[in-house]
């Protein structure tokens, strides 16, 4: 099957149909993910917060430093800054980390009485985004990261693998940026599929759709892939 390059960047339609033939070679590719709490919630918060402009490996070590040296997350609030700044080193920006987590922790403590954000399970969705999304350092990805994978519910999120792949496959605009994306992938992705397809397009950007030099010639996303139809009609002119 070929497809032509899109004429009209607002085509709804034309990319919400790209979704299931693509999603279907990705679950034959990669397989089904079944859902699974990843880190507990406020794990998953403060690991997030660690996750940001930097590697999964360097926010790892971060995070499990944390975990050795502190017995509570109760403790990380109340340590001395220095001491967390030091601590979370490896995942670099520690100097703007340390200080929002600890703001985090303690506005937590002063609206829930307990460090806990247990209650965003049953909170309606819109109100639990519009919650994580008021702490400080916390946007649409982070929000969306924890509402998936410590409480399997509905939100999209949208890293650099997804933001990419969306823009080269065409689900949105070469120019749309990652906060809208949340929007729009969220609207052409169905609610119970976004686990597997967030997941599947992650491994997809590792595999093959690299950040540098895409793998297209065994990429079987090719008729549906603005960006490779792009480049194919332009080498036949």
């Not at 702490?135 to 969306?144: D, H, I, M, Q, Y």
């Amino acid at each position: 099957m070929k497809t032509t390059a899109p004429q009209h960047e607002d085509d709804f339609a034309r990319r919400k149909a790209k979704y299931q033939p693509v999603a279907n070679l990705l679950r034959e590719m990669y397989g089904v993910p079944q859902w699974r709490q990843h880190l507990a919630p406020l794990d998953e918060l403060i690991s997030t917060i660690l996750s940001q402009s930097t590697s999964d490996t360097n926010r790892d070590r971060a995070f499990y430093a944390l975990k050795e040296r502190f017995p509570s997350w109760e403790a990380v609030r109340d340590a001395p800054l220095e001491d967390v700044i030091a601590t979370i080193r490896p995942a670099g920006l520690a100097n703007q980390k340390g200080p929002r987590i600890q703001e985090v922790l303690r506005r937590i403590t002063s609206e829930r009485g307990e460090l806990s954000i247990d209650f965003l399970a049953e909170l309606p969705l819109d109100e639990a985004k519009a919650w994580l999304t008021s702490l400080n350092g916390v946007g649409p990805k982070t929000a969306a990261i924890i509402l998936l994978f410590a409480f399997g519910r509905p939100a999209f999120p949208v890293d650099t693998h997804v933001h990419r792949l969306s823009k080269r496959i065409g689900f949105i605009g070469s120019k749309v940026n990652a906060e809208k994306a949340h929007r729009l992938m969220e609207q052409i992705v169905p609610p119970d599929d976004y686990y597997v397809f967030h997941l599947n397009l992650i491994q997809h950007g590792r595999e093959i759709c690299h950040a540098r030099s895409p793998e297209c010639e065994r990429c079987p996303l090719q008729p549906y892939c603005d960006d490779y139809q792009r480049r194919a009609a332009s080498s036949s002119e």
